[in-house]
């Protein structure tokens, strides 16, 4: 059931952010989810269409998975850097679709819990 509420939400979905990239929100319990669905893809698009940068990513796995047995840094770590350099890492969000999305994530924040220092105390709820 859970799965067909998920499906049904994504159908008629609508997104906070519209462009460069769609950024959609989905309530949850505790918070919300920020769904970068888009951006992802565009991402995964631009890895796939640029040879330096497909190339790049490979060398990361390999040396990944080389280091497997060693402890402490190894100099894979600079890969990642470098994709994110390439790829970039922030999403781009302009005037007023910044504040529908601050609107959007407020509504999705849950309520604030209070503590009660009593409860604390010797001979309060807690004992």
């Known amino acids: 059931m859970n ?22 929100v989905r309530p949850t319990p505790t918070g919300a989810m920020l769904d970068v669905e888009h951006y992802l893809v565009a ?24 280091a497997r047995g060693h402890d402490g840094w190894e ?12 790829l970039g890492h922030e999403l781009p969000l302009y005037g007023g679709e910044l504040v529908a999305l601050a609107d959007r994530l407020q509504a999705c924040a ?13 001979g309060g709820a807690a004992a």
Not at 5 to 24: A, D, E, N
């Open 43 to 66: 991402v995964l698009e631009t890895l796939a269409d640029n040879p330096d940068l497909l190339e790049l990513l490979d060398r990361m796995s390999v040396d990944r998975e080389q």
């Open 3 to 24: 799965r067909i509420r998920l499906y049904w939400r994504r159908i008629f979905r609508r997104p906070v952010i519209t462009g460069p990239y769609r950024l959609y």
């Open 75 to 86: 100099p894979e770590g600079l890969l990642p850097e470098q994709l994110v350099t390439a």
């Open 110 to 122: 849950p309520e604030q819990l209070v503590w009660l220092p009593e409860q604390r105390r010797e």
